[in-house]
């Protein structure tokens, strides 16, 4: 099997490049590619390829408005954002993006986007058996066998994600947690119904069996069967006692932005802060083994990536000059600093102490 794929970048030079890296890659059949956003998604709406690579600074239409409308009208495609900065990563990856990938591409690092998207593509090693996809890093997504689960409200949502974070849950905990402690005349009602829609929800998209709720001895349950869920994943690698290289670029690449963005209910704070202590851990040592392998594209990859989480860390800022310089960037080097400078003294009313020295003895 091949995979069809769709550049879109203005930048005509940019585009034949990436060709010439497909090509090399050896796992692509059809590529095309378009320098007009517009012209690239009505493409995409009629062929339906199996990889999209968008840039994201592009005149009108940019590569993130572009992925939230393919988000609507193309979703099996597989969208790889392809730019020469990391500042939106994180909004990136909470529209679901399956790579973020730094120009100049690293033909190495494109092959295992690759190779991961043609793994995913293939049949399922079950004859007849759907698996549930389920993403809870950056936008809660719940794919099924009939689709995208489309939340009849918001609580609905939350309450799916509470419900499978924690499993088993006492009735009157998440009426504590979820429906205003309690406070209200009809909380039960409200989680009674909202649990009548959960159901409802799932069954539409064909998860009622692969996601069943129960309810006994005042506990509501959650059982899932044939699963397929990026915190699970994640977690089974910051838990394991070996994390060699490729369990730990698996689990940086499953962090799509922080836990189920968009809710700010406090049941959600501890676990969200535990999974970006966790993230920010596993690249740390990551963007380590591969600088000490001589890797140094895709470590400055992940440290990007890494500052986005911990954005006003001096050292951080530092370390990703420090590997801009070491592959020959200077001016993105210099770039980079200015922008952490300036944001930090957006952000805390003052100056960085002492980022300009450093990083002028680290162009000595």
């Not at 989680?191 to 509501?220: C, F, M, P, V, W």
């Not at 959650?222 to 699963?227: K, V, Y």
């Not at 290289?245 to 049941?267: D, P």
Request: hydrophobic fraction near 40%; glycine fraction near 8%; proline fraction near 3%.
């Amino acid at each position: 099997m091949k995979l069809n794929a769709i550049i879109i970048d203005d930048d005509r030079p940019a585009i034949e490049e990436l060709e010439d890296a497909l090509a090399a890659a050896g796992l692509t059949g059809r590529v095309e590619g378009y320098t007009e956003a517009a012209a690239g998604i009505h493409a995409i709406k009629d062929s339906r390829p199996d990889i999209v690579l968008l840039d994201i600074q592009m005149p009108g239409l940019n590569g993130l408005e572009a992925a939230r409308e393919l988000r609507q009208t193309a979703s099996g495609c597989e969208v790889v954002f392809v730019t020469a900065y990391a500042e939106h990563a994180v909004e990136a990856f909470g529209l679901a993006a399956f790579d973020y990938l730094l120009k100049p591409v690293d033909p190495k690092r494109l092959r295992q986007t690759l190779e991961r998207i043609w793994k995913r593509k293939q049949p399922k090693e079950e004859p007849g058996v759907e698996r549930a996809e389920i993403r809870l890093f950056g936008s809660l997504r719940v794919a099924g066998p009939g689709g995208q689960v489309k939340w009849r409200t918001a609580k609905s949502s939350e309450l799916f994600a509470y419900l499978f974070l924690n499993r088993e849950v006492a009735q009157d905990r998440i009426i504590d947690d979820l429906f205003l402690g309690g406070r209200t005349d009809n909380a039960k009602v409200y989680l009674h119904t909202s649990i009548y829609q959960l159901r409802k929800s799932l069954a539409a998209a064909g998860l009622g069996e692969q996601l069943s709720i129960h309810y006994d001895k005042q506990n509501y349950r959650l059982e899932s069967i044939n699963l397929n869920s990026d915190i699970e994943r994640f977690e089974q690698i910051a838990d394991s006692s070996s994390q060699g290289k490729e369990a730990l670029f698996r689990a940086v690449t499953l962090y799509g932005g922080s836990l189920l963005e968009g809710m700010n209910n406090l049941w959600l704070v501890e676990r969200r802060e535990r999974s970006r202590r966790q993230f920010i851990a596993m690249a740390a040592r990551l963007v380590e083994l591969l600088q000490s392998n001589g890797e140094w594209r895709q470590a400055l990859e992940i440290a990007l990536r890494l500052h986005l989480h911990d954005p006003l860390n001096d050292s951080l800022a530092l370390h990703v000059a420090r590997l801009y310089v070491g592959l020959g960037q200077r001016r993105l080097a210099d770039d980079y600093i200015q922008r952490y400078m300036k944001q930090y003294h957006d952000e805390m009313g003052m100056e960085s102490p002492g980022v300009a020295e450093e990083y002028r003895r680290l162009l000595e």
